[in-house]
């Protein structure tokens, strides 16, 4: 469904009700990211199961999420404002992809919004990438 406005959530959500969607997939968008409470407002009430990129929607109530940690994301583009500003060029630094990847659901045994450490696990594809499973129970409805 698209959405270009804040006001096209209500009537997109509408639509996939009508359309009989099983699920929402919720893509990485500044509209979406500044809307995370309201759609997973929305998704809940539509008993509409939420997918979405990154934690903090499941921390608005969203179902959950996979995507990124921006917080290794955010220290290692610091790395890179660092190094330029000690006199790298751009071009020369390398090219970057996340190397860990944050999955994570609502609980139901009402734990606090923190990695669960017995739920840890490595997937190496030759990268050495990382996944790691965490849930919260924020906002359960």
């Excluded at 610091?78 to 071009?91: E, N, Q, R, S």
């Excluded at 009402?110 to 990382?130: H, K, L, W």
Aim: aromatic share 4%; hydrophobic share 35%; glycine share 8%.
């Amino acid at each position: 469904m698209e959405v270009r406005s804040t006001d096209d959530l209500e009537n997109a959500f509408k639509a996939a009700m009508k359309a009989r969607s099983g699920a929402l997939a919720v893509v990485a968008s500044p509209l979406l990211d500044a809307n995370q409470e309201r759609i997973a407002d929305l998704a809940t009430r539509n008993r509409l199961p939420a997918i979405c990129d990154n934690g903090e929607y499941v921390k608005a109530g969203a179902l959950m999420a996979y995507g990124p940690n921006l917080v290794d994301l955010y220290r290692r583009a610091a790395t890179y404002v660092d190094k330029i500003l000690k006199g790298t060029k751009p071009a020369d630094l390398p090219e970057e992809r996340p190397n860990q990847v944050r999955a994570g659901d609502q609980s139901k045994d009402g734990e606090a919004d923190r990695p669960n450490d017995s739920a840890v696990g490595i997937v190496t594809g030759g990268q050495g990438d990382q996944v790691t499973y965490w849930h919260s129970c924020s906002r359960r409805r």
